[in-house]
């Protein structure tokens, strides 16, 4: 059996390290809210700016505009619509 022995203070700031390494870990598996246009344009499954214009014009999917030329999209509208979109399967029985 090996035993390493580190001084107090090392100790210390291995763990900070460790932990932002797993806070950091923890944010990258949590969705941001707020998409940009690639992001929102591959959630839709769509090619076409154009179509993504039509939804945020026609008030389908929620958006923000922060700046001028910076647009988001909000996930939870994009995922409400294709709910609202989606076709149960036909019953057999």
Avoid at 18 to 29: A, P, Q, R
């Amino acid at each position: 059996m090996n035993v390493i022995c580190i001084e107090e203070k090392a100790f210390y700031t291995l763990l900070d390290g460790v932990i932002k390494y797993v806070k950091s870990e923890i944010e990258l598996d949590t969705p941001n809210e707020w998409l940009d246009k690639k992001e929102a344009m591959q959630a839709l499954r769509i090619k076409s700016p154009t179509t993504l214009q039509k939804l945020r014009d026609e008030g389908k999917i929620r958006f923000s505009q922060p700046e001028r030329k910076h647009i988001v999209y909000d996930r939870d509208s994009i995922n409400d619509y294709l709910e609202a979109h989606a076709k149960e399967p036909f019953d057999d029985s």
